[in-house]
């Protein structure tokens, strides 16, 4: 089972951008289907984006279309989230997840589709 280390969360405000990354053990980390989630206080762990194993399909969430980038590094073991245009309602805590896909390029956006999740890193956007 792969283990996941997300980072770069931090303060910013309203208009600013942020990189998040998410470090992947093992090797077969080019086989895996990975995605972004994210979830604030009171509310339910929402999908935010979704890349398949090579980068083949890539698939975002109505609420960050057009300013969240997803990408992976798949020689570094890295899947990277660049927000940009930040606003206040993107304040959560963003996890990064993973699925063993070796034979597909589709990216899920369900949390059920993902058996592994990272421990998650807080992003706070200020007015």
């Known amino acids: 089972q792969v283990q996941l280390v997300e980072s770069g969360g931090g303060l910013v405000q309203a208009g600013g951008s942020l990189r998040l990354s998410c470090a992947a053990s093992?090797?077969?980390?080019?086989?895996?289907?990975m995605g972004w989630f994210r979830q604030a206080p009171g509310k339910e762990r929402e999908f935010v984006a979704a890349i398949s194993r090579i980068g083949g399909s890539l698939y975002y969430g109505d609420s960050v279309k057009g300013r969240f980038t997803i990408s992976r590094d798949d020689g570094k073991n890295l899947l990277y989230l660049q927000m940009n245009n930040l606003k206040p309602e993107d304040t959560a805590v963003y996890y990064c997840?993973?699925?063993?896909?070796?034979?597909?390029?589709?990216?899920?956006?369900?949390?059920?589709?993902?058996?592994?999740w990272g421990q998650g890193t807080q992003v706070t956007v200020s007015s």
């Open positions: 997840a993973a699925r063993w896909a070796p034979g597909t390029l589709r990216a899920y956006s369900k949390t059920e589709d993902y058996a592994s």
């Open positions: 093992g090797r077969t980390f080019s086989s895996y289907a």
